[in-house]
C-alpha cells in the first residue's frame, strides 16, 4: 500500500479531526515540497475534481491551512473498508469496485486517489474516502529521483496501476480473512482490473509488478493456487520493504521480480 494516510498527522478536535501533511516523513518528502505550492484554492480545486468524479468526502471537509497542509472534517466512525473484508465480503466487493469507478472517472481529471484501501471509510453504508493528504495532482507529479520514487509515483498518478494495485490489495484480504467469497463475487472484482499483461518492453517495472500482485491475488482468490503463493510474490514488491532498501538492492530487486515475472506470463 501507499500508506497515504501514514502522511499526516491527526489530532481531534470536538466533533472534528484535523489532518496535517506530516512534513516529517522521509517518504512524503517530494511530496510535501509540491505542497508548498498548493494554496487553498488549488486544494479546493483538487477536492471539487474529486467530487466531480463521484468521490463521497467526508462531510464538512475544508482548507484548514496551507502551511504546512491541512484539512479539517467531521469525524468519520468508520468501519474501515479494509477491515470489511473479514465482515461482509460481497459489500466489501461492492466498495471496491466502487472505488475502482473513481479511479477511472478520474483518468482524465488533473487529481487521483489512493490505491491504500485503509484510506476508505463506511459511513452510513456509503464508501468515504476519508484521507486526501497528501493531494494527489498529475499535473504537479515530483519527478523521482530514485528507484522508489519511480515505484511510488507511478503508484499515486498511473491509472492502470492504481487500479491493479487496488485490486490486488483487496484480493489479498479477501484471500486472507479467512472468509469464503461466491465465484461470481470474484469474478465481479476480476474485470475491474484494466488488461491483461502486456509485452514485458512495453510494461514498467511499476506496472508489471501490479498487474502480476492483481493477477495472482485473483488467482489464489479462485482457488488456483495456494495463498502461500501469493504472499510470497506480494513480499518482495511490497512497497514499504522496496522503500526501506538500499537502491543498489532496489535495482537487484527490480531484476529478481522482473525474471519472477516473466516466468508467469503466458508464452
Known sequence: MTGQGDFATHRRDGEDVVKVLDVQNAAAIPFTMVAHHIDASRMNVYLSRLRAAGVTLPPGLSVE???PLAVRHLWV??????????????????AVIEIAGWVRALDSADARVDSNLANFCLAEDRVVLVDVLPPLIPSM????????DVLFTALCFDTTVI???????????LLTSGISL??????????????EFAPLAETSFPASWFQA???LALRGLAGEIEP??????????????????SETERAD???????????????
Open 141 to 148: 507529479r515530483p519527478k523521482p529521483s530514485n528507484l522508489f
Open 213 to 215: 500482485r492483481a493477477m
Open 228 to 245: 502461500a503463493s501469493v504472499q510470497e510474490f506480494f513480499t518482495p514488491t511490497s512497497v514499504r520493504a522496496f522503500r526501506d532498501i
Open 253 to 267: 530487486r527490480i531484476q529478481q521480480v522482473a525474471q519472477t515475472v516473466k516466468e508467469l506470463r503466458p508464452t
Open 65 to 67: 491551512h496551507t502551511r
Open 182 to 195: 461466491a465465484g461470481r463475487r470474484v469474478e465481479d472484482l476480476a474485470h475491474q482490473v484494466p488488461q
Open 77 to 94: 466512525a468508520g468501519p474501515v473498508l479494509l477491515d470489511y473484508a473479514r465482515v461482509d465480503p460481497s459489500r466489501f466487493v461492492d
Open 163 to 173: 487500479l491493479d494495485a487496488l485490486i490486488g490489495y483487496a484480493a489479498r484480504a
